[in-house]
């Protein structure tokens, strides 16, 4: 027992060792990470105190709604036929597949159903029905089927039925998201309190916990997704250029190395696919091949990683000329970092996420058009010494097609 404590001991100094070397480096690049830090836990603060708000509020309305419905329920007297076959009309378009095949009629209260419908719905659509405010009985007249085989009305493409809980959605309320941490820091407490419940309340716990801080399904949180839209990131900015020149750097991903400080190399393949290679936390490179899917001259360019990149992505540059000649460009980057959302928390903390190189490599951009001068990879970078080493676009001028080929010219 004593073994396994200090070792739990040697390894909590040596992060926080670590920790502590990394932020009172003597060097510059310390006080520029203590300046990151004290930020992020700025925002931290501010993100938290709107998350609780939102929380609070969105609680208290759920209340004044339960109580407003059981309160209606006491008082309400007999509802009118019509206004009860909206209401059950408006519900049972959540729950079953084909809607518009079941007639709804209202009595006094006594809702009859009939029309065809798929056996697995029939329970799920009446109690639905019984929920509705205002009905006291149903009918039944349903003609149930075990497919819709032969059947015309149930032809057609199936409507998608909606969740039947809260919790299913990707996205949660703040009211739910607020109790499911708070619930996942009470197992939590438990299995570090009882070593009976550390196990089961431990998993339980930090499953809760998560979700709720990352409000997105489990899989896309923790990276075992495949599709890149985990982590969105947006920027735009005006630069003192016109719209062909910044057009021409973006339009080749081999200029990229020059100006983007964290991108180590990109090479051209074969057509429209590139192979990329990016310092990620620690400086350690991470590869994988992307192809541009889409180009049109000094208007878009977007790409998308190929199935199975080590990182998988997608994005696009957007240009926009403006009227006193400078040029907004607009950049969206979706990436599904290794370890989800954990591995870019990670990132984030070592100033290596793709925000933080985003946001620097925006500001050397910025800075070489309009004072014709940055520095890069630690070396002094001006705009004549960008203009030899860049490579022009591979297409010849003319049509570009949307899959990111180029027609071209009648004369060629």
Not at 4 to 22: D, H, P, Q, T, W
Not at 71 to 98: D, T
Not at 203 to 220: D, E, K, Q, Y
């Amino acid at each position: 027992m004593s073994n396994k404590r200090n070792g739990g001991r040697f390894v909590s100094g040596a992060i926080a060792g670590s920790s502590l070397m990394y932020l009172l480096d003597p060097d510059k690049c310390g006080k520029r990470r203590r300046l990151l830090a004290r930020d992020k836990a700025l925002r931290v603060e501010h993100v938290s105190g709107q998350f609780l708000d939102k929380a609070v509020r969105d609680l208290q309305n759920r209340v004044y709604g339960i109580v407003a419905e059981a309160w209606a329920r006491i008082r309400e007297r007999e509802v009118p036929n019509h206004v009860l076959e909206q209401r059950v009309r408006a519900r049972i378009g959540h729950v079953v597949s084909h809607p518009h095949a079941i007639t709804v009629k209202a009595h006094k209260g006594v809702v009859t159903l009939e029309g065809p419908i798929l056996e697995r719905e029939v329970e799920r659509l009446l109690e639905t029905v019984r929920s509705v405010r205002g009905v006291r009985d149903i009918e039944n007249c349903l003609e149930p089927h075990e497919s819709p085989d032969g059947v015309p009305d149930l032809q057609g493409q199936p409507r998608k039925a909606a969740a039947r809980s809260e919790l299913l959605p990707e996205n949660w309320a703040p009211a739910t998201r607020a109790l499911a941490g708070l619930g996942g820091i009470g197992l939590l407490s438990l299995a570090r309190r009882y070593r009976m419940l550390r196990i089961p309340s431990g998993i339980v716990g930090s499953t809760l916990l998560l979700r709720a801080i990352t409000n997105m399904p489990l899989h896309r949180a923790l990276g075992l997704s495949r599709a890149p839209e985990v982590i969105t990131l947006q920027k735009s900015i005006t630069i003192n250029a016109p719209v062909d020149e910044i057009y021409q750097l973006f339009a080749n991903p081999e200029n990229f190395p020059h100006i983007f400080e964290h991108v180590n190399d990109v090479r051209h393949l074969k057509g429209d696919l590139y192979q990329w290679s990016v310092s990620g936390p620690g400086g350690v490179s991470v590869s994988w091949e992307a192809t541009i899917t889409h180009k049109v001259p000094n208007q878009l360019i977007a790409w998308r990683s190929v199935p199975g990149a080590a990182v998988s992505n997608a994005g696009f540059f957007r240009f926009q000329q403006n009227a006193d000649g400078s040029t907004t460009l607009h950049i969206q980057f979706t990436y599904n970092p290794p370890a989800g959302v954990i591995g870019h928390v990670i990132a984030s903390l070592f100033g290596a996420d793709p925000k933080h190189a985003l946001d620097d490599d925006m500001v050397r951009l910025k800075s070489l058009f309009e004072y014709g001068k940055t520095r890069v990879h630690g070396h002094r970078l001006t705009r004549e010494e960008l203009e030899r080493e860049i490579k022009l676009p591979r297409e010849k001028s003319g049509a570009v097609r949307t899959d990111g080929q180029s027609t071209p010219d009648k004369a060629a």
